[in-house]
């Protein structure tokens, strides 16, 4: 489509009878502007015919209908979602995470304490002690021979 077309187009299709003379000139020299042109009305008359005769109305009491359901919609309070059942298991179900959670991080942490003896060291500690230095050797070696780890 050819620029003298173009800037007229809109004026024509809206039957507004405005059309330059350069437009018609156009239109009449050029063979392939006027079949874009006549497609282009067609389509314009054909969404014409769609368009309804007059706008629909609503019912009677439309608009106090849509008031009334507008006033009529609270928004629930921040505790009615306590109250509700599903909360509630949620809330049971996380409180049984962390005490699980925290119950675990004491074991976990907690020092081993055994009473047992675990090593010659600790069992030459125990020992009693004597006056002379020849008895504790003897002490000494009858312990660390006797000595049994578990």
């Not at 389509?43 to 005769?53: F, G, I, K, N």
């Not at 119950?103 to 002379?132: H, W």
């Amino acid at each position: 489509m050819h620029q003298p077309v173009r800037d007229g187009l809109e004026d024509y299709l809206a039957g507004s009878g405005r059309v330059s003379d350069e437009f018609a000139g156009h239109l009449k020299a050029c063979p392939e502007c006027s079949r874009e042109v006549d497609g282009l009305r067609r389509q314009a008359r054909l969404v014409r015919l769609l368009r309804p005769d007059e706008s629909p109305e609503p019912a009677p009491g439309f608009y106090a209908r849509v008031v009334n359901r507008i006033e009529r919609r609270v928004r629930p309070s921040m505790w009615a979602t306590l109250l509700d059942p599903s909360f509630g298991r949620r809330i049971a179900m996380v409180s049984a995470a962390l005490a699980l959670m925290v119950s675990a991080y004491i074991v976990s942490t907690e020092p081993f304490r055994n009473t047992a003896p675990s090593s010659g060291a600790v069992a030459i500690q125990a020992l009693p002690q004597q006056d002379t230095v020849a008895q504790d050797r003897d002490v000494v070696l009858a312990s660390l021979a006797s000595f049994q780890e578990n």
